[in-house]
């Protein structure tokens, strides 16, 4: 059974910086992306970056691109999302997520592509 487990989530001040972790366990599938997605209160569930993990390309929103930074470690199975100049809209529940098939394009690309989530963290941005 895939389980994704998020942490990191917190509250920040604008323009601060954190750092999110999504640790896999269970892994009987060979990952095709695993992604960050994000909801705000009374908002669709939107894309905000995913990591193509056998190749390694990343593809982000804009709204996050050049602020927002993703990354693995193999080792410990675990992909990070750095985020920095967080900005208040930036507030949301932060999910990760994993696909194990192919899709494109990968930006914007419906959430139902993917096959696994995590529970959630939350970040708040303060202004």
């Known amino acids: 059974q895939v389980q994704l487990v998020e942490s990191g989530g917190g509250l920040v001040q604008a323009g601060g910086s954190l750092r999110l972790s999504c640790a896999a366990s269970g892994l009987t599938v060979n990952p095709y992306l695993r992604a960050w997605f994000r909801q705000a209160p009374g908002k669709e569930r939107e894309f905000v970056c995913a990591?193509?993990?056998?190749?390694?390309?990343?593809y982000y929103a804009d709204s996050v691109k050049g602020r927002f930074t993703i990354s693995r470690d193999d080792a410990k199975n675990t992909m990070y999302l750095q985020m920095s100049s967080l900005k208040p809209e930036d507030t949301a529940v932060y999910f990760c997520?994993?696909?194990?098939?192919?899709?494109?394009?990968?930006?914007?690309?419906?959430?139902?592509?993917?096959?696994?989530w995590g529970h959630g963290t939350q970040v708040t941005v303060s202004s």
């Open positions: 990591l193509n993990w056998n190749i390694g390309l990343t």
């Open positions: 997520a994993l696909a194990s098939t192919f899709f494109a394009p990968v930006v914007g690309a419906r959430s139902d592509n993917y096959d696994y």
